[in-house]
C-alpha cells in the first residue's frame, strides 16, 4: 500500500512569496496531522484534521498560516506570505480515527524541506 | 504545561553494545507513550505505543518499558542499521495532540 505522499519534497522560495505543501493520506485514514520539525524545536503539531475537519489548530503559528481539507484524500498546508523564519521540514501525518481512549499509530510522509531565502 | 525531555541528545555504540536511551515526560494524565524511529530525510516511523506504567513491548533489538514518570527504549546488540533518530511522544488525557521531544541521535558503529 502506498505511504502518505507529500509534495514537493524540496522547496526554496523567497520571502514574501506563496508557499503550497500538499498531502495525500493513506486510504481510509479519517484523521490528518501536519507538523513542522526544526532542530532547536523538534516535532510541532501544527494543526489536526478528523473527517476532513479541522478539530485542533491551535499550534498554527500565525495568521499566515492556513489549512484545508477539502476531501478524504488531499491537504494543503498555505504560508502566505512566507519568512525565513518558516524553513523547516514540514511533515503531514495520517492515521485511523483518534479516539479518546484508543491511540491509532501515526504514519508520516517524508515531509517537505521548505527554505525561504 | 505537558513536556517530554529526551536524553542522550546523541549516542554513539559500538556494534554489540548495549545501552538505553531515556524519555521523561510530564502530563496530567498519560494517554499514550510513543515510541519512533527517523531516518535522515525520512517521515518518523512507529515502532511502539505504551500506555500504563510497568508495560514493556518488544520489537527485534528493542525493548520500550514505561515507569510514571520516564520510558526507556532499550538497545540490545545493537547493529548498524539500528542508526537513527529515535523520538519519543506522549498524549495528555483530553486532548489529540502528540507532545513530541527532540529525539536522540543513535549512531552505531561496525
Known amino acids: 500500500d502506498a505511504g502518505v505522499i507529500q509534495s514537493p519534497r524540496h522547496e526554496v522560495t523567497e520571502m514574501g512569496q506563496e508557499v503550497t505543501l500538499r498531502c495525500k493520506p493513506i486510504s481510509g485514514h479519517n484523521s490528518l496531522f501536519w507538523y513542522r520539525q526544526t532542530m532547536m524545536r523538534g516535532l510541532e503539531l501544527l494543526i489536526y484534521f478528523n473527517n476532513n475537519v479541522p478539530i485542533d489548530d491551535s499550534g498554527m503559528p500565525e495568521d499566515r498560516f492556513s489549512a484545508k481539507m477539502p476531501n478524504a484524500s488531499f491537504s494543503t498546508l498555505k504560508i502566505q506570505p512566507s519568512e525565513p523564519r518558516d524553513s523547516a521540514v514540514y511533515f503531514c501525518?495520517?492515521?485511523?480515527?483518534?479516539?479518546?481512549?484508543?491511540?491509532?499509530?501515526?504514519?508520516f510522509g517524508d515531509g517537505t524541506r521548505l527554505s525561504i531565502l | 504545561e505537558d513536556q517530554v525531555t529526551q536524553s542522550p541528545e546523541a549516542l554513539r555504540l559500538q556494534e554489540g553494545e548495549s545501552s538505553s536511551l531515556n524519555c521523561s515526560y510530564t502530563v496530567s494524565g498519560l494517554r499514550g507513550l510513543f515510541w519512533y524511529r527517523q531516518d535522515p530525510g525520512k517521515g518518523p516511523e512507529f515502532l511502539f505505543t505504551?500506555?500504563?506504567a510497568g508495560e514493556e513491548k518488544e520489537k527485534e533489538r528493542l525493548k520500550a518499558t514505561l515507569t510514571k514518570k520516564e520510558s526507556f527504549l532499550h538497545i540490545t546488540a545493537p547493529k548498524p542499521e539500528d542508526s537513527a533518530t529515535y523520538l519519543c511522544a506522549v498524549r495528555d488525557s483530553g486532548t489529540y495532540k502528540y507532545i513530541f521531544g527532540t529525539g536522540t541521535r543513535l549512531k552505531v558503529l561496525a
Open positions: 505504551l500506555y500504563s
Open positions: 501525518a495520517s492515521s485511523l480515527r483518534q479516539g479518546d481512549n484508543s491511540n491509532q499509530p501515526q504514519h
